[in-house]
T-cell receptor, first 112, second 113 residues
Framework: ETGVTQSPTHLIKTRGQQVTLRCSSQ?????VSWYQQALGQGPQFIFQ???????GRGNFPPRFSGLQFPNYSSELNVNALELDDSALYLC???????????FGPGTRLTVL | GESVGLHLPTLSVQEGDNSIINCAYS??????FIWYKQESGKGPQFIID?????DKRQGQRVTVLLNKTVKHLSLQIAATQPGDSAVYFC????????????FGTGTRLQVFP
């Protein structure tokens, strides 16, 4: 059984740029959730994708968007990057719309 | 607003002792809670969960206690080992959104010999 994987591991961008982060869900899982974790804080829910559709969204602006593909992998896109977007971005997968979510290692995004 | 808080930001224990990590949650209607362990450079790792119809649940060396009266959750780790050193988060599943987890800021557990 393959766990949740994310790419890239680290990323450095400058203000105003756009970024795409990728996530492959655990085998057998059809739901992907994205979280932002600022340094020293707990993860904050961004949104969730279930069967290729957004299924719930946290308090994040529209410049945070996502996709889920037929193989249940997912992308997180962030436009017009701001310094405060610097964080660890975590992807979690689950089977169905349950709360038992399994996390990937995260992508560390630094915005300069 | 929504919040899941933790009483202690850092907990230091001696190897072999028992550890207790506490958490307060704000939504009395929440019906599902999870404890996660996060080691440096890694994503959160599921430890144990509990539903609101239970007061206690035991796993391997870990026990979660839920006190709905005071909206309090605790994680007990028996015979703490150096490998238990990490940041521990409790997460709450609000009833109006079954798929969203609300995390607290975390407690860092330090185990010393």
């Amino acid at each position: 059984e393959t766990g949740v994987t994310q790419s890239p591991t680290h990323l450095i961008k400058t203000r105003g740029q756009q970024v795409t982060l990728r996530c492959s869900s655990q085998s057998g899982h059809n739901t992907v959730s994205w979280y932002q974790q600022a340094l020293g804080q707990g993860p904050q829910f961004i949104f969730q994708y279930y069967r290729e559709e957004e299924n719930g969204r946290g308090n994040f602006p529209p410049r945070f968007s996502g996709l889920q593909f037929p193989n249940y992998s997912s992308e997180l896109n962030v436009n017009a990057l701001e310094l405060d977007d610097s964080a660890l971005y975590l992807c979690a997968s689950s089977f169905g719309r349950t709360a038992e979510q399994f996390f990937g290692p995260g992508t560390r995004l630094t915005v300069l | 607003g929504e919040s899941v808080g933790l009483h202690l930001p850092t907990l230091s224990v001696q190897e072999g002792d028992n550890s207790i990590i506490n958490c307060a949650y704000s939504n009395s209607a929440s019906d599902y809670f999870i404890w996660y362990k996060q080691e440096s450079g890694k994503g959160p790792q599921f430890i144990i969960d509990i539903r609101s119809n239970m007061d206690k649940r035991q796993g391997q060396r870990v026990t979660v206690l839920l006190n709905k009266t005071v909206k309090h959750l605790s994680l007990q780790i028996a015979a703490t080992q150096p490998g238990d050193s990490a940041v521990y988060f409790c997460a709450e599943n609000p009833p109006y959104n079954t798929d969203k987890l609300i995390f607290g800021t975390g407690t860092r557990l330090q185990v010393f010999p």
